[in-house]
């Protein structure tokens, strides 16, 4: 088990060092690589599986709703950013800038999309007549770039990958409506597919999109007590619309401005499987999204039939999971260590021993339990032990959450929870833009969310002592 041992020895301990572990774990099970421009980063194949299977299952929960992809231009115009002014000052600082075409300086700058809400209004506008052309729902997957200061794989990079969806609707009711069941569809997706909790609520009028009335937000709390927002919704009113002149004719023959909304899950909750679900052996992935969901190891392969055994198995079990053989000379240490790594949700170990038994070891990555299992009922227990994965993992996460999650009512137990308690606090706040700025200033915390689940935890405010209208979740975050 030499080589077991060397390569667990690979990653630095989670409790020793979280970032640097999340580094090790990003590098070695190949998720993603540096590029040679900072802030970038190579999304290896393994990596790009993972997207892609999160990619489709939130594409069909999309296109089930009746939304349709769309691609639009990467390059906007100054003149196009500008139209609307909250929305441009708030990206103001992350734009990168086309100055030149060739050898040609270009009359106008090209911005390259930071988010595309300019770009779908001046379509909007050329396609919207009509109350019949509404409502319009479209989803975008590519990558938008944002000049960011400081970068981590996955969690905050120049150039990333998203899905943005845009859409225009009749009335504000219509719009919000789509706002709140867009979020949904994201937390269903982390909760079903990725086993990770998250707390549905509103952002706070200083911590929301640029240019919108009001965000929505999933936040999810990972192995180190941070948050992260894991997935965003966005009601913008009719705002982009008049900006635009975007107008329709309703059902009286009115003129009148559609209402808006855009809603965007990134690479970034790559990130968020990492951190609330990996271990100091690496990565732990939800069966839902795992490139591999069943690796079989054949054990002693070069015995005769093992292999034929092992390739057997993986032909019939394709059609419960997704099955890989390693019939590589690595010793059998080394495949156990790298299938742990890469977080393969399934070990399958069959030896010539086992196939005289007609049975075989199912282990899984979760908590390396080991189960003996006739050859006969593989298609069925291996659909089994995934969803036990996952419903493990799930309930591995809320347990720590909870566990990790504080009730404070004064601006001193805020401060000491907040300097001594790694996770999450709720308290009640005023509403008033100071004192969340405040708390920021002398907590170290910020407003993750004012959930949609309300607790009334004291009568007033945790940082001034006034009249507290809403609880909020606070803490630190990625």
Not at 118 to 135: G, K, M, N, Q, W
Request: net charge negative; aromatic share 8%; charged share 30%.
């Amino acid at each position: 088990m030499a080589d077991n041992k060397k390569m667990v020895d690979a990653i630095t301990s989670m409790e020793e060092n979280f970032a640097q572990w999340y580094t090790d774990v990003v590098k070695k099970a190949e998720l993603a690589s540096y590029s040679g421009v900072r802030g970038c980063m190579i999304v290896r194949p393994y990596g790009t599986a993972l997207w892609e299977n999160i990619r489709n299952d939130l594409d069909s929960r999309f296109k089930a709703l009746g939304h349709e992809n769309i691609m639009m231009p990467m390059f906007i115009p100054e003149s196009l950013l500008q139209r609307e002014k909250d929305h441009v000052e708030g990206f103001a600082p992350e734009v990168a800038w086309v100055t030149h075409g060739g050898d040609e300086k270009l009359q106008e700058r090209l911005c390259v999309r930071p988010t595309s809400e300019t770009v779908f209004c001046e379509h909007y506008a050329d396609i919207i007549h009509s109350y019949r052309d509404l409502p319009k729902l479209y989803n975008q997957w590519c990558s938008v770039v944002r000049w960011e200061k400081t970068t981590r794989p996955f969690l905050r990079t120049m150039e990333f990958y998203w899905q943005e969806g845009h859409t225009m609707h009749e009335t504000a009711e219509e719009a919000l409506e789509e706002t709140e069941r867009m979020l949904n569809v994201y937390a269903d997706f982390c909760e079903q597919s990725l086993a990770i909790p998250v707390v549905k609520g509103r952002k706070t009028d200083k911590e929301k999109f640029a240019g919108a009335e009001a965000t929505y937000t999933i936040e999810a709390m990972m192995h180190d007590g941070k948050a992260l927002q894991s997935g965003t919704s966005h009601y913008f009113g009719d705002g982009f619309a008049r900006a635009f002149d975007i107008q329709f004719t309703d059902r009286a023959n009115q003129l009148q401005y559609p209402h808006q909304t855009s809603w965007g899950m990134s690479t970034r909750i790559i990130g968020a499987i990492i951190m609330t679900h990996g271990d100091d052996n690496g990565l732990v992935l939800p069966p839902a999204v795992a490139p591999i969901q069943l690796v079989i190891l054949p054990i002693a392969q070069h015995k005769p039939g093992v292999l034929d055994k092992a390739r057997e198995l993986a032909d019939r079990l394709s059609a419960v999971a997704r099955v890989k053989v390693d019939d590589s000379d690595n010793s059998a240490g080394w495949k156990f260590a790298e299938y742990e790594m890469k977080g393969v949700p399934l070990r399958l170990e069959i030896g010539p021993r086992d196939i005289e038994n007609n049975q075989c070891v199912l282990v899984r990555r979760d908590n390396r339990e080991k189960t003996v299992v006739s050859l006969d009922e593989l298609e069925t227990k291996i659909p089994e032990l995934l969803k036990a994965v996952h419903d493990g993992l799930y309930q591995k996460a809320l347990d720590r959450r909870e566990s990790m999650t504080f009730t404070v009512t004064t601006m001193d137990e805020m401060k000491k929870t907040a300097d001594e308690q790694p996770g999450l606090i709720k308290a009640m706040w005023c509403g008033d833009e100071e004192c969340e700025l405040k708390l920021k200033e002398i907590a170290g915390v910020t407003s993750r969310c004012m959930p949609f689940e309300q607790e009334h935890i004291a009568d007033t405010c945790v940082c001034c002592g006034k009249p507290a209208k809403t609880m909020v979740v606070w803490g630190k975050a990625y």
